[in-house]
């Protein structure tokens, strides 16, 4: 990590969250990166 980040927020699928779809999926990062304030492209390459 550069800095930039303080964090890193990871899940062990069936573990941690409920399986669910790939749809379900990235409508979740998408509104971790919304929350979080950083790109999608960015929270989702971590």
Sequence with gaps: MNGRYEAIIFGL???LVDIFSMNAHDAVVSTMADILQI???DFSAL
């Design 39 to 41: 790109p999608l492209s």
């Design 13 to 15: 699928f069936g573990t």
